[in-house]
């Protein structure tokens, strides 16, 4: 029972970070992912006092100072074209807001466990995922759930209403489905790199199951969860296929291509079973796979959204001054278009979008030697980065700053020490 509660407890602390929510008793101003954020600061100066110093990794001293120079240069943009429009001028307070927020979940799961890896945060991502697909799903069909979340939370489920638009606890349209697409390529690493998942077959279901719901619910409340389902999967077969010397398998491999079709195959089944016998998830399958169906029906792979995107919103400036630094507007649908690149030159120009480019291509790749075979992985959140920017602007800073905390357990070259009054580096 004390694991039951406890697992449950910290999957509510990872959601308020992951999907932040504002509660109808306090001000609305005011949201989970900052309470969180609070405890961390508290956490991060206890820790400080108890160890005499205060630990910054290096990535999360550089990514800081990109940052922060990405945000003083939109400042200059904003200032420049006398706009006031503050979207990203002040990026920083987000980063260091995420980043706090990060190292709140990071010392919640250290109340926990002895020991918080890689495969732990997964797992309770993954947990957070599959509970806000289930609970949109009985939002949706249940109204007792519905006017409870209403009289406790705001999540902007008035808008979502009036769009018909499937929303969770704080989980809706473009941010869930970057989260979950980045949640799934984070589960599929763990498939294709964590050898005691391969080697046990209800772990390795159990994380295929998990898979399974965040890929089809996820993309009932966003179309762009498949993405990240997409590119997981394209690195689970790769790693599948993948010859060692000699070009003959390993009999670990051929026992984990069985498991995994063997787990896929009773998905599917499941999946088309519950198509043909319940009308709300064919309509839900419908509108999340819309893409496939028209594809199967009409020869023609697209959906209604991504014909209006590509015909009408790739909107660019018309003179060089805003090529370079922009018109400092984003906010409130100025620019006529939600395409992340577009926004972000008409807001900071070329420039800005080149260092906001060059941060998260640090912080990202930085990753890759902070943890075993994450390069892979590391590239994909990479390219995650990039595709979404073709639809939305956004970014997927919160997965960097978790994984930050995490990598930070042990103090390695570079990483700075604050206390008795000077910065040492070991």
Known sequence: ?????????????????LFPISFTFIPTSI??????????????VFNGIRNRGLMVSEQTLISGIIATVFSVWCLICVYAADSHDMTYASYVVSYLTWMTGAYGVYSALRLGYDEVDLPLLTRYLAYVCVAQCISAVLIDNFTSIEELVDKFMNVGQGFYKHGHRLYGVGAALDPAGIRFSTVLVLIAHQIATNRILQAHRWYLVSAMIDYSIIMILGAVISRTTLVGAAMGLAY????LI???????????????????????????????IIYHHSAPFQAYFRFGFEAF??????GEFHTTSS????????????????WMIGRGTFADYINDTDIGYCNFVFYCGVIGLLIFSVYFLYCHLSLNRKFRNFLICSLLLVALTFIIWAKVATDIFFIDALLFCVAADEMEEGDVLIGDSEIMIP
């Not at 029972?1 to 449950?8: H, P, V």
């Not at 309470?35 to 956490?43: E, K, N, R, Y």
């Not at 169906?293 to 009409?298: A, L």
């Open 236 to 239: 689970i077969l790769f790693s």
């Open 31 to 44: 949201n989970s992912k900052m309470l969180v954020a609070v405890f961390g600061i508290a956490a991060f």
């Open 293 to 298: 169906f028209n594809w199967v029906e009409t």
């Open 1 to 17: 029972m004390f694991k039951l509660l406890k697992g449950i407890l910290l999957t509510v602390v990872v959601s308020f970070y």
């Open 242 to 272: 993948k010859f060692r010397r000699g070009g003959f398998m390993t009999l670990r491999t051929i026992q984990m291509i069985y498991r995994f079709i063997l787990a896929l195959t009773g998905i599917v089944i499941v999946t088309v």
């Open 307 to 322: 014909d209006h995107l590509m015909q009408t919103m790739w909107i660019w400036p018309d003179d060089f001054r805003t």
